[in-house]
T-cell receptor, first 116, second 114 residues
Framework: AQKITQTQPGMFVQEKEAVTLDCTYD???????LFWYKQPSSGEMIFLIYQGSYDQQNATEGRYSLNFQKARKSANLVISASQLGDSAMYFC?????????????FGKGITLSVRP | DAGITQSPRYKITETGRQVTLMCHQT?????MFWYRQDLGHGLRLIYYSAAADITDKGEVPDGYVVSRSKTENFPLTLESATRSQTSVYFC?????????????FGPGTRLLVL
């Protein structure tokens, strides 16, 4: 079974509107971390936001927030006030505490296009 | 602050040739990783290293070899390149093995095997 699932097709949003990118995960480890990365067309991977499984509040970083629903095993990224520069591929990733190697498991990504 | 660099950024090679992709980080991070990115697969871990002289296989290690004689360097070698190894390769590093430790990525190497 996939550990990280990102099933949305290419997403489109109007500039200045909010958009939610979905991510569901699967783990039996009670301690884990969830990450979102952005990959613009230039190719680099940019860390956006982190949510820990024991964190009481949803993570926020500027225009990025994470809608963390632990019981549903979802960690959706919300981008508020979209900008043209937000057009990119977005990856959800997870690290489990029990993992002996600190590795991240990535989803397949979602393409976001912001329309002017 | 150079961070994490990869070289070359682009490489074209032929089937059967040996290719080495270099990764260098200036943060003295303990952990280093090699991923490959292919359309429809996201990023998949090839190899990782917890410290100098400590390496281990990831999800897709076949056809690759790594070494880590110094903390700051983590080269990835394709011993006999195949067309299926055409991909974008990312090196990453992190300081600790904790759940919340962010991995920082290099700019990537685009490899084409003809």
């Amino acid at each position: 079974a996939q550990k990280i699932t990102q099933t949305q097709p290419g997403m489109f949003v109007q500039e200045k509107e909010a958009v939610t990118l979905d991510c569901t995960y699967d783990t039996s480890d009670p301690s884990y971390g969830l990450f979102w990365y952005k990959q613009p067309s230039s190719g680099e991977m940019i860390f956006l936001i982190y949510q820990g499984s024991y964190d009481q509040q949803n993570a926020t970083e500027g225009r990025y927030s994470l809608n963390f629903q632990k019981a549903r095993k979802s960690a959706n990224l919300v981008i508020s006030a979209s900008q043209l520069g937000d057009s990119a591929m977005y990856f959800c990733a997870m690290r489990e505490f029990a993992g002996a190697n600190s590795k991240l498991t990535f989803g397949k990504g979602i393409t976001l296009s912001v329309r002017p | 602050d150079a961070g994490i660099t990869q070289s070359p950024r682009y490489k074209i090679t032929e089937t059967g040739r040996q290719v080495t992709l270099m990764c260098h980080q200036t943060w003295s991070h303990s952990y280093m990783f090699w991923y490959r990115q292919d359309l429809g697969h996201g990023l998949r871990l090839i190899y990782y290293s917890a410290a100098a002289d400590i390496t281990d296989k990831g999800e897709v290690p076949d056809g690759y070899v790594v070494s880590r004689s110094k903390t700051e360097n983590f080269p990835l070698t394709l011993e006999s390149a195949t067309r299926s190894q055409t991909s974008v390769y990312f090196c990453a590093s992190s300081l600790f093995r904790t759940v919340k430790e962010t991995q920082y990525f290099g700019p990537g190497t685009r490899l084409l095997v003809l």
